[in-house]
DNA sequence: TCAAGTACCGACAAAAATGTAAGCCACCCA
DNA sequence: TGGGTGGCTTACATTTTTGTCGGTACTTGA
């Protein structure tokens, strides 16, 4: 356990660090531009609160977004995208293309299982 | 609902395509070379049979994979990949490259969510 | 006849991801 | 004093995903 199978391509990390229903999103968002809390959650309004500091935090941790905490009044948290986000988001280019250009073969559903991972407007 | 959003790129499908906890490990294998069902299994030993056929009859339903019967005795199931599937694979590679560069940040785990999306040797 | 191999199917259950709803704290305005 | 905003946190429920285990149909070999 925890060994290394010989054969292993990256993106296990990689699917941990975007993978699941909102990551991708979010990162889409806050590469466009830097934005706060309450901004994403009308960007992505589908999202719950706790989900968006979920993913958010995780994001964090996985070093892709920086939180920036402005001590003004009223209270102001600023989500940016980090360089090694920027990898990430470059990394993502080529698989979002393929994407776009092969939406929609047997579209509409794909086999009934549409919701949990990367549902909405990816 | 159902609508897409104004701003969306095209991760949505591609993940639904080769997200969840084995695709893309499948995909991998089945890159390097065609294989049959008792094959994968032994390839990928943490993989319970039921999660296998389930995976490739959708990889197969999303035109990534190839399935063949050879009607021997005994019996000879192939899987191989598509032209579809290797545009895929060829679209994975940069994200597999950002995994690989960067995983082991606060590797070891992540954030203690490891399990379910894309384990293993990715 | 019995065991073993191949490629599955399907009921059920556990685990993981996501959602809902309520509340908190600090501050402003009236 | 009450209501509103911003950025959260927490408990609990639901939905999705994955796993376990047993069974099927066929055939070869002992």
């Known amino acids: 356990m925890g060994k290394k199978q010989p054969d292993s391509c990256g993106l296990g990390p990689a699917l941990e660090v975007i993978g699941g229903k909102w990551k991708a999103l979010l990162?889409?968002?806050i590469h466009?531009?830097?934005a706060?809390?309450?901004e994403l959650k009308r960007l992505v309004p589908?999202?719950?609160e706790k989900m968006l500091i979920q993913q958010l935090r995780?994001?964090?941790a996985d070093g892709i977004v920086h939180r920036e905490v402005f001590p003004?009044?009223?209270?102001?948290?600023e989500y940016s995208i980090t360089e090694f986000g920027i990898e990430l988001d470059n990394a993502l280019i080529p698989l979002a293309r393929w994407g776009k250009q092969h939406a929609g073969?047997?579209?509409?559903?794909?086999h009934g299982k549409a919701?949990?991972?990367?549902?909405?407007?990816?």
């Open 27 to 29: 990162l889409w968002q």
């Open 32 to 34: 466009k531009a830097p």
């Open 105 to 110: 073969r047997s579209d509409g559903q794909g």
């Open 58 to 60: 995780e994001m964090e």
């Open 72 to 77: 003004e009044v009223p209270p102001r948290v």
């Open 36 to 38: 706060r809390f309450g």
């Open 115 to 122: 919701s949990a991972l990367a549902p909405q407007g990816l």
């Open 46 to 48: 589908d999202i719950s």
